[in-house]
C-alpha cells in the first residue's frame, strides 16, 4: 500500500522528460520531469505526510523507500539515453535529479512553511547548480 504509486509516479517522471523539448539539456528535462511529479505529489499531500511517518519509523520501509528512489533514478536515466544523453551523463543527471527530489520532498514534509513541493524542488535544483557553480 505504502509504495503502491511507484508505478504511476516513474511513467510521470518518464514523460516529462519524453516530452520536455529537444533543445533542453539534460538537466532541464529532469527538472521539468520532477516538478510533474511534483504537482502529481502535492495533490495527495495529507497521504504523503502520513506515508512519510510510516516510513520514518522502519528501517525497513526507509530501505524500501531507497530502492524505490534507485529505481526511478535508473528509469530517468534511460529516458535521457533516449533523448541521446550518453551513458556516466544520463546515470549521473538522473541521481542528481533523484537527489534534488529527496532534498526537497524532506523539506516538504518536516517543514512547517506552505511553500508547494514543485516550488521546493525549484530551490533544490538551483541551490544544487548554485554550488556546482561555485556561488554558494
Given at each position: 500500500?505504502?509504495?503502491?504509486?511507484?508505478?504511476?509516479?516513474?511513467?510521470?517522471?518518464?514523460n516529462?522528460?519524453?516530452?520536455?523539448?529537444?533543445?533542453?539539456?539534460?538537466?532541464?528535462?529532469?527538472?521539468?520531469?520532477?516538478?510533474?511529479?511534483?504537482?502529481?505529489?502535492?495533490?495527495?499531500?495529507?497521504?504523503?505526510?502520513?506515508?512519510?511517518?510510516?516510513?520514518?519509523?522502519?528501517?525497513?520501509?526507509?530501505?524500501?523507500?531507497?530502492?524505490?528512489?534507485?529505481?526511478?533514478?535508473?528509469?530517468?536515466?534511460?529516458?535521457?539515453?533516449?533523448r541521446?544523453?550518453?551513458?556516466?551523463?544520463?546515470?549521473?543527471?538522473?541521481?542528481?535529479?533523484i537527489?534534488?527530489?529527496?532534498?526537497?520532498?524532506?523539506?516538504?514534509?518536516?517543514?512547517?512553511?506552505?511553500?508547494d513541493?514543485?516550488?521546493l524542488?525549484?530551490?533544490?535544483?538551483?541551490?544544487?547548480?548554485?554550488?556546482?557553480?561555485?556561488?554558494?
Amino acid at each position: 500500500m505504502l509504495f503502491s504509486g511507484s508505478g504511476a509516479l516513474q511513467e510521470v517522471l518518464v514523460n516529462a522528460v519524453a516530452g520536455a523539448p529537444d533543445a533542453a539539456a539534460p538537466i532541464d528535462a529532469v527538472a521539468a520531469a520532477l516538478e510533474a511529479a511534483g504537482a502529481v505529489l502535492q495533490q495527495r499531500r495529507p497521504f504523503a505526510l502520513k506515508r512519510q511517518a510510516v516510513i520514518a519509523a522502519s528501517t525497513e520501509l526507509r530501505e524500501r523507500e531507497l530502492i524505490k528512489l534507485a529505481s526511478l533514478a535508473s528509469a530517468l536515466a534511460d529516458a535521457l539515453h533516449r533523448r541521446g544523453a550518453t551513458g556516466p551523463a544520463a546515470t549521473l543527471t538522473a541521481e542528481a535529479g533523484i537527489a534534488v527530489f529527496r532534498v526537497a520532498f524532506e523539506r516538504w514534509v518536516t517543514e512547517r512553511d506552505e511553500r508547494d513541493l514543485p516550488q521546493l524542488i525549484r530551490d533544490s535544483l538551483a541551490d544544487l547548480k548554485a554550488m556546482t557553480a561555485g556561488s554558494r
